[in-house]
Structure formats: structure tokens, C-alpha cells
């Protein structure tokens, strides 16, 4: 096989390892440095291997992989392949650049590296090799890469001591030590030089970056001719037009005025994200899921001109709320009104673009609850049956939904909810619960009888199943979304349970039912018409227009349900012509690094925690899209959160902008040069258009993450025109070479401009900020089909300034030990860890003491315990009396850890056991 490869290329070095590892035979033909042996690429590409067939392959880590494969000698492994896309897409781009500054001994900044090294050096503690301790593609591929960079660089290896022995230890191999020989000709680092600088800077990789790949593993298929960076005729055409006259072409914004309504012979769109429970703070899986999500999608539409209205609101009906009450001695009506307000906080903060935030406590949600419900049954899809539910007999309280845990009947996970396992996400009944147990005193209840009223799902059925057949046969649905309604339907619909037996929800108005509410999966998605009656009296314009308005609806899959079977079937069974859901968007789960987000047993990162870590709140919304749970779960990590702000956002797009903008500021008195476009500018343009057209077809299919990367992209098509071009070296010559520099300069300011107007619905507040520099027009913010020149020659600039700061390693060990535990042991202000800790012996008001004196404690438990015998004595009512048990109860936790006792064990107690346990 012959290989052709240009003098010191250090991608070559790989080649050489991996056919000495696999014992094959190169016949090595060297090349000048820009010789193009490719001939449909647009730009050389070295080293290339020469098949027997005449078949070429221009990947460097192809090449590694087909040569170890050769000698039986490739380790087939999901983690090759991870690694050799990281050396590629996350390694490359940060490494190329600082290597060209190495070798025209430029100023170099190491903070550049700093975070790709820091995670490689942690991946490689207390381990030999990358991938299964064994030597690898993957191990061969990063250190040749990293080899210019590390081999003399003593300081870079004392400061990542894991990654400098797995280094040395390589460099002892054999067929390591050929290689550098060979490639070098024993001339040392030096030898790298020349072919460092020729060598293009490829445009990166925007796939998923947390699938695993084919091999191959660095973006390219080995060898087909469909280069991502081959432009065609066509869109050099375009490109040099719409840059020449595009500007004149760009839609005037649209603004509509409050309250947004429906305006015909227009594109009405409607978004609204699952009403968050109101029982808790939202954590970081929550917002994902929802609010966020949807906030992408609102922004996007409204910078692509649509008449668009996003509607949510706090979800404050049912057993939830009523256990929450329970828990911190308040009224259901208090706890609703301490979290919508802790929840209004947290989405001003994480910048939620709602038009209205409502709530589903008001006179509105029942008025058209119970219309609804008067329509169902007065057109017979009601029915009326004999329920078995649990009774706590100990609380005299018949223990719907969450009210009760125990093991799933499906999974036996043990802490599923009466109404759905957590664990594997079914959907359940009460008495199915295998060993339940009231939530709120922990006793066994018994099964006892009551009538309640149901939807009549299988007499809606074929109407239901017509309006999927039209809905979620097409893309405008999520997979999971798809997959989840089919399942429901498949073995035929059931009468679904629309009453409960609780006192806080919209009250039931059939006679007989008085007593009751309705069922919270019922009665909750009627809260998006009732938040949209709130926010205007002209709400059926939105809720029963089908014909000229499209409904979005965002979600976690376990909300899928409930929107794609049962409140379509209730709006169907209303005959009352609702807008029914066209796009439902559902996600799947965001876990927290190794374990579950928990909102109900405080497990992972909240909304408030987020906000009290003194990290911007756009850099929780990047990270937290860049890696959203599309098509399959994900997890967030405090090193990769670190990592992706530091490569992705300090070191790509900050630093692409930053650079611009000083350079601007510095030679041209902060005014855009005169701009002269060159092959490669129109080029590049042409690029920045497939990058932004894929952005715009991404966003239309709310494929959130992948439109992110777009954006990514053209920074990166950014920073390597800046780098191949060299302005700082340019506007040091001559004439025509000043007029170069500012031609790269003014392409620079302008593709910022266009970055500022794609980053506004990912980081509002970011965007804002470079369009503050910029000193943007308000007319540039429109999603466009090519990219234009947003600011002439001659607009001023404003002050540019830094975008983004480093997350340091030290921070990043210092946020995952503090929200290593349980969100409940925080505090909901924005005291620092060491704050918390010195104010934690101090009380809140009005609850009892987390530790203290043992007698006093006694003396605390023996006085409540005669509060809550007096009001049961008095009979007073039953939430008061659960109150103040609940006070009772946690004060007896107290002393039992003031005791050094388990607080979880059973207390004991005077008397003699009754027959069941009971005394």
C-alpha cells in the first residue's frame, strides 16, 4: 500500500505506529506540503493511503484504524471510536491553532488547552491505556497529536501528571520511538514546523458529539467524495449575491403588541411548555425538559417573524401540593403561592421568554374545567364506577396519587408513587402497589370502595386514532412522542378515572360528586387554556382556531400521555372545535452525573442552586441545551460542564469574537474596513450559508442541540479564517496586504454580527452583549437564508470586551461537593457554602431547630404533642391537625439525632401494642 505524506507531518506519525503494531508494509512516497493528491478536495489533505484497489483514504485516524484492522490488531469498542471523534472535533481545533502559534514562535496562550488536557488527564488516572487498559486507535491517534505539543514540554506535563505517564510510558514503545525517527529524521520537534503551518485548518465536526461514530472516527467516511467543505457553483453564487445585495432584502422585525392574538393570512404559532408542579423547585432536569426547551423554540419563531405566543404557568392542583403542605405546616393555598413565586423567580433568572406565567388556582381554570366536563357528559363519554382506593386509616384520608408509595407491580421498584413508577414510567393504580404505605404517617393502609366518575376512552377512540394518524404520522412529533401514544392505543383504550377524593383541586359539579375534585392529569392541561383566559378575554381565538393556528407542546416523555391520548380525546369529546396539539416535542431524561434528578427527594442541581453559583445564567442554558436529552438520556457532569465552557464558549466562540472585535478596535479606531472578497472569503461565505440553512431547517424541527452546533460551526469557520489569514502579521506589510487584514477583519465583525442574531435564543443575555459591542441594529434580528453584510464599512463599534470566564478544576470540585447531597439541606438564598454552614445551627421561622439540647428538644416534643391532643380534641379540622403532626413528627426527629439515634427508626411509645401494630 502506498501512503503519501508531506515532510514531518505529525498526523503521519500515527500511520507509522499503527502498520509497525500491525506489521503491514508502507511504501511512503513524500510529498511537498501543498501537493494535492485528492483531487475532489478542495484543499490537500495529508497523509493519504493508497489502496491496492486504487481506493483513497484521507482520514489520518481512518488510515490508523484500517492498518490496525490489517493485522487483526484493532480492539472493536464503542470508547475507540468516542475518543478518536474527541481527538478530532474537541482536541484538533484547539490543539492545530496553538501549534501554528509553536511554530511561528506567535504569543501563545495556554489557557486554550488547559480544559482538553484536564479532561484527558482525568479520563487516564489510575489507568494505563484509554480503552479497556489495553493499547488502542485511541491511544495511538491522541498521543501523535499530542506529541509536538508535550514531548520536550516538561511544565505542560508536571501540571497533568496522569496524562504525562501514560505519555512517557507510550514514548518507551518500540514502534513509537521508529516512528518519531522516521517522521522526523531524527531532526527533533523542529522537523514539524513547516508542515504545521501548511496544513488547513478543517472545518470541525458538528455531528452529535455524544453518539458513537463509524470508523474512521474523525468526521470524514474514509474516503468518498462528498467533503463536507467542497462548495458548489451554486452556492458561491449565492453567497457572493446575497453578500453584494442581500442586506437590502432583510424583513423588517416583527413586534407585535399585548395581547398577541391570532392575525389572519399569517403564521399563528402557539407554544406551550408541561405546567411544572408547584410542590417544589424546578432542578435542572425540569427545566430541560420544559420551559427551556420551549423558551428555544418561542425565540426562534419570533426571530423568524411568526406571530407567536408562549403560555405556561405553575400546575397547583392535587395530592402534591397537598403532601407539600403537610411537610412545612402550611395551608395548600400558602405553599402555592411560596412556590409560583420561587418558580417566577427562577425563570427570570434563567431568562424564560414567556408572554404570560400564569397559574391554575383561579376562578378561570374551573369555569372552563367544568364546561369542558359538562360537554363530556352531557354527549355520554362519561361513566360512572365503583373505585377500590387506599384508606390510611391512621390519617382518615383515602391516599390518592402521591399520597402513597410502595413497590411497583411492573418493575418492584420500591418507591414508586400511587399514580407512576418513577423507575421504569408506567402508569399505575393505588392498590396496585405492592406493600404501600401513607406518605405522611408511613402506616399500611387498607382498601376500601367509592364511586367516581371516568372518561369514556374507548368511545373516542376512532376519532382519536384519526387525529394521530394525521398528527403523528410525520416528523412534526418527537420519536419517543410517536412511540408512546401508539403503545397507549395499541391494545385499545381504557375508561381513565377523571374524579379523586381530595379537598384541593376544581371542584367536581355533578351532584353526587360534590365531595370530590377532578383528577389533576384531568383538570392540569385545561390550565393552558385558563393561564391564556388570564392573560386575555379573547383566549378561544388561540384555543379554538384549529384552522389558522399551530399548537407546540414541550415536555418530558413522561408527560407524553397526557397530551398525545387524554386531553385530545377530552377537547375532541368537548365538540367545542379546539386547537389540538400539531408539534408535540417531548425530551427524554436528564440524569444527574451518576445517579437520578430528583425533584421529590431533592436529589441533583435546582434552579436556585444554579443561580447561587455565581455562574451566569447563559452558561447553564448552553450547557444544558448542548447536551439535551433528545433521543436519548444524558446526564449532566460538572467536568464536562466545565469543559464545554471552556473549549466550546471561552476558547471557540468567545475567543472568535473577542479577537475580532479588539482587532477592529485596535488598528481600523473601532470602524469596519473596506471589504474586498476573495475566492476563499466567498468560499467561506458559502459555508456560513449551509451552516445557517441547516441551523434554520434544525430549529424548524426543534432539533434544539443540533442548531446549537451549527452556531459553533461558523464560529469555528471564524476563528480558522483569522488564523489562516494571519491579520496581525498583515497589517504590518503593505499596502494590499493592510487592505487584507481589513477585509478579514470586516468578514469577522459581520459574522459575529450574524452569530449574535443565531445565539439569542440559546443565550439571550450573551447575544445582547455582542450586539452592545457591535453596536447592532435592531433590524439585523431575523433569521435569514444566507448571510449578509449586517454592518458597512464604516460602522462604528462599541467597546469590546471579554464574553466568557474559565470555570477552573478547583471550582468545578468545589460545586460537586456542594451539591453532592440532598437539595433540602440548601438553602433557597444565595449564601455561599461557608455562609450555610456557619448560619446552620439558626432555625427558620417557625420550624423547629435542625440539632440542639436534648431536654429542651423533650421539653419541645412533650409541648407539641399536647397542641396536636388538644385540637383532636376539639375536632378541629383535619389539615390544621396535619400540620401540626407534621411540626410534631419532625421535632421527634430532632431528638432522636440529638440522641445519636437513627431518626428513621420507629420512636417507641407507652402502651401495649393493639392487634396490627397499632396501640
Not at 244 to 255: E, L, Q, T
Not at 636 to 658: T, V, Y
Not at 685 to 709: H, I, M
Request: proline letters at 5%.
Amino acid at each position: 500500500m502506498k501512503i503519501y505524506c508531506d515532510n514531518g507531518n505529525q498526523h503521519m506519525l500515527k500511520a507509522v505506529i499503527a502498520s509497525d503494531l500491525a506489521g503491514v508494509s508502507l511504501d511512503v512516497h513524500e510529498v511537498g506540503h501543498n501537493d494535492h493528491i485528492v483531487p475532489y478536495l478542495s484543499k490537500n489533505k495529508l497523509p493519504v493511503l493508497e489502496l491496492n484497489e486504487g481506493e483513497l483514504i484521507f482520514s489520518s485516524n481512518a488510515i490508523t484504524r484500517y492498518l490496525l484492522c490489517q493485522g487483526g490488531k484493532d480492539i472493536d469498542d464503542i470508547k475507540v471510536d468516542e475518543w478518536m471523534e474527541w481527538e478530532s472535533s474537541q482536541l484538533q481545533p484547539v490543539l492545530q491553532p496553538y501549534l501554528v502559534g509553536m511554530a511561528t514562535k506567535s504569543k501563545l496562550d495556554t489557557s486554550c488547552l488547559s480544559s482538553v488536557l484536564s479532561y484527558l488527564n482525568s479520563a487516564l488516572k489510575g489507568k494505563k491505556n484509554l480503552v479497556q487498559d489495553t493499547l488502542s486507535a485511541a491511544d495511538i491517534v491522541i498521543w501523535s497529536a499530542l506529541y509536538p505539543l508535550m514531548a520536550d514540554n516538561e511544565g505542560l506535563q508536571s501540571q497533568h501528571a496522569s496524562l504525562s505517564d501514560w505519555f512517557k510510558e507510550l514514548q518507551k514503545l518500540q514502534a513509537f520511538q521508529a516512528a518519531v525517527t522516521m517522521v522526523t529524521k531524527g531532526n527533533g520537534l523542529k522537523s514539524f514546523n513547516d508542515s504545521i503551518v501548511s496544513q488547513p485548518i478543517t472545518n470541525a465536526v458538528t455531528m452529535d458529539l455524544r453518539k458513537p461514530v463509524t470508523k474512521g472516527g474523525d468526521g470524514d467516511n474514509g474516503g468518498a467524495p462528498d467533503d463536507k467543505n467542497v462548495v458548489t457553483v451554486t452556492e458561491l453564487t449565492t453567497a457572493r449575491q446575497a453578500w453584494k445585495n442581500g442586506c437590502d432584502k432583510i424583513p423588517v422585525p416583527y413586534r407585535p403588541e399585548h395581547p398577541i392574538l391570532p392575525v389572519k393570512d399569517k403564521r399563528n404559532v402557539l407554544i406551550t411548555s408541561a405546567l411544572p408542579y408547584v410542590n417544589n423547585v424546578p432542578h435542572l432536569g425540569n427545566i430541560i425538559g420544559c420551559v427551556l426547551s420551549a423558551d428555544v423554540y418561542a425565540r426562534f419563531s419570533r426571530l423568524s417573524n411568526n406571530n407567536t405566543l408562549y403560555i405556561c404557568g405553575t400546575d397547583e392542583y392535587g395530592t402534591a401540593t397537598e403532601t407539600k403542605a403537610l411537610e412545612e405546616g402550611l395551608t395548600p393555598q400558602q405553599i402555592c403561592d411560596k412556590y409560583f413565586k420561587l418558580h417566577d423567580e427562577i425563570y427570570k433568572w434563567f431568562g424564560i421568554s414567556f408572554d404570560y406565567f400564569g397559574r391554575t388556582t383561579t376562578q378561570q381554570q374551573t369555569t372552563i374545567a367544568q364546561d369542558i366536563f359538562w360537554r363530556l357528559h352531557n354527549r355520554d363519554f362519561t361513566l360512572r364506577d365503583i373505585v377500590e382506593q387506599l384508606l390510611c386509616e391512621n390519617c382518615n384520608r383515602y391516599l390518592a396519587d402521591r399520597f402513597v408509595e410502595g413497590t411497583c407491580p411492573l418493575c418492584n421498584y420500591e418507591d414508586a408513587r400511587g399514580d407512576q413508577c418513577d423507575k421504569c414510567g408506567k402508569l399505575i393504580n393505588a392498590v396496585e402497589l405492592k406493600k404501600p404505605r401513607c406518605k405522611v404517617c408511613g402506616q399500611t393502609p387498607v382498601i376500601k370502595t367509592s364511586e367516581h366518575i371516568f372518561l369514556d376512552l374507548p368511545k373516542l377512540e376512532p376519532e382519536l386514532q384519526k387525529f394521530l394518524d394525521v398528527n403523528a404520522s410525520n416528523d412534526n412529533w418527537t420519536s419517543n412522542s410517536k412511540n408512546i401514544s401508539s403503545s397507549w392505543v395499541r391494545d385499545g383504550l381504557k375508561p381513565r378515572c377523571i374524579t379523586r377524593d381530595l379537598k384541593w383541586g376544581t371542584p367536581v359539579p355533578l351532584e353526587g360528586f360534590t365531595d370530590k375534585v377532578f383528577y389533576v392529569w384531568f383538570d392540569a392541561p385545561i390550565g393552558y387554556l385558563s393561564i391564556t383566559a388570564n392573560y386575555t378575554d379573547q383566549w378561544e381565538k388561540w384555543w379554538k382556531n384549529p384552522d389558522e393556528v399551530e399548537l407546540y407542546q414541550f415536555m418530558a416523555k413522561d408527560n407524553v400521555p397526557f397530551h398525545s391520548v387524554i386531553f385530545p380525546s377530552t377537547c375532541i369529546g368537548a365538540r367545542d372545535n379546539y386547537t389540538l396539539v400539531n408539534h408535540l416535542m417531548a425530551t427524554e431524561y436528564l440524569n444527574y452525573e451518576d445517579g437520578k434528578f430528583s425533584k421529590s427527594r431533592g436529589v441533583g442541581v435546582f434552579g436556585n442552586d444554579a443561580r447561587n453559583t455565581g455562574i451566569p445564567s447563559d452558561i447553564w442554558r448552553f450547557y444544558l441545551l448542548y447536551i439535551r436529552p433528545e433521543s436519548q438520556d444524558s446526564a449532566f457532569s460538572w467536568a464536562d460542564f466545565a469543559l464545554k465552557n471552556n473549549s466550546e464558549l471561552l476558547n471557540n466562540l468567545g475567543n472568535f469574537i473577542n479577537r475580532a472585535l479588539v482587532f477592529c478596535e485596535r488598528n481600523f479606531h473601532g470602524a469596519v474596513p473596506a471589504i474586498t472578497l476573495t475566492a476563499e472569503d466567498e468560499e467561506l461565505l458559502a459555508l456560513v450559508n449551509r451552516e445557517l440553512q441547516s441551523y434554520t431547517q434544525n430549529l424548524s424541527k426543534c432539533r434544539v442541540r443540533d442548531g446549537l452546533r451549527n452556531i459553533l460551526s461558523i464560529s469555528r469557520l471564524g476563528n480558522q479564517m483569522i488564523q489562516a489569514n494571519m491579520p496581525w502579521k498583515l497589517i504590518k506589510g503593505n499596502a494590499e496586504e493592510k487592505a487584507r487584514a481589513g477585509s478579514v477583519t470586516g468578514l469577522s465583525v459581520n459574522l459575529s454580527c450574524l452569530i449574535s442574531v443565531l445565539l439569542q435564543p440559546y443565550m439571550p443575555t450573551t447575544s445582547a452583549m455582542i450586539q452592545d459591542q457591535l453596536q447592532a441594529p435592531d433590524t439585523c434580528n431575523v433569521i435569514i437564508d444566507n448571510m449578509v453584510c449586517f454592518l458597512a464599512p464604516g460602522h462604528k463599534i462599541g467597546k469590546p470586551k471579554p464574553l466568557f470566564d474559565k470555570i477552573e478544576d478547583s471550582k468545578v470540585a468545589e460545586l460537586r461537593k456542594t451539591y453532592a447531597g440532598k437539595q433540602v439541606l440548601r438553602q433557597t438564598d444565595g449564601s455561599t457554602p461557608a455562609a450555610r454552614t456557619k448560619s446552620a445551627s439558626k432555625p427558620e421561622s417557625g420550624s423547629p431547630p435542625m440539632t440542639g439540647n436534648v431536654d429542651e428538644l423533650t421539653a419541645m416534643v412533650t409541648k407539641q404533642g399536647d397542641v396536636v391532643r388538644q385540637l383532636k380534641s376539639e375536632k378541629a379540622e383535619r389539615l390544621k391537625i396535619d400540620a401540626e403532626v407534621q411540626k410534631l413528627l419532625q421535632l421527634k426527629k430532632q431528638l432522636a439525632l440529638a440522641k445519636g439515634e437513627d431518626p428513621s427508626a420507629p420512636s417507641g411509645g407507652k402502651g401495649k401494642k393493639k392487634k396490627g401494630g397499632k396501640k
